[in-house]
């Protein structure tokens, strides 16, 4: 059989702000996984299915063991959801969404490249008492394919404590 390779990849960068507005974290550019629900939301696309395309960004705890164990990389296959999910989702139309030329440029669409921005003003995610802090260890980007949400793009890192009056910007790019 055949062995086919997707160009699809995506990477994510997060940027961490106190509540006077100042950066106090940038973790750069990483890696984050396209999962198997991205490639079906494309072939429902391509097969005139009901899709509505990315439906909103999930942000989860995961699991605290990951702090001392490692964080486990996400399968393509099998990653479906988030772990310890936060509700709700953050809707597409609160995410800052553009088309990006072949040098990473805002275009007018429509291009091969998307630059998801979503920003986690003070207060999201709520914090659970008695924590002043959520702490975060992945995310997801959702679409909707037949009334099904399907998760198209997961992320799970090294914990990240978002303090109640912090804002967290996400930006997510992805390359198809």
């Keep these: 059989m055949e062995n086919i390779v997707s160009g ?15 950066v106090i974290e940038d973790r750069g550019w990483r890696s ?3 999962l198997d629900g991205c ?3 494309l072939a429902g ?26 964080v ?19 809707p597409f139309s609160e995410l800052d969404v553009v088309y990006l030329d ?16 979503a920003t986690l003003n003070p207060g999201y995610p709520a914090p ?21 949400e399907v998760m198209i793009n997961n992320i799970r890192h090294p914990v990240l404590h978002k303090e109640e009056t912090s804002t967290l910007i996400r930006v997510i790019r992805l390359y198809f």
């Design 8 to 22: 699809i990849k995506g990477i994510y960068r997060d940027i961490l702000h106190d509540a006077e507005g100042r």
């Design 45 to 70: 696309f391509m097969m005139n299915e009901t899709a509505a395309g990315i439906t909103g960004l999930g942000v989860g705890q995961g699991e605290a063991r990951w702090d001392t164990e490692g």
């Design 72 to 90: 486990p990389t996400p399968h393509p296959g099998t990653t479906t959801g988030l772990l310890n999910r936060y509700n709700p989702l953050i």
């Design 128 to 148: 659970t008492a008695p924590l002043t802090h959520y702490p975060l260890r992945e995310f997801g980007l959702f679409a909707d394919l037949d009334g099904t």
């Design 102 to 117: 072949q040098n990473d440029q805002v275009i007018v669409g429509p291009g091969s490249r998307l630059q998801i921005t």
């Design 32 to 34: 984050n996984t396209i």
């Design 39 to 41: 490639r079906l939301l």
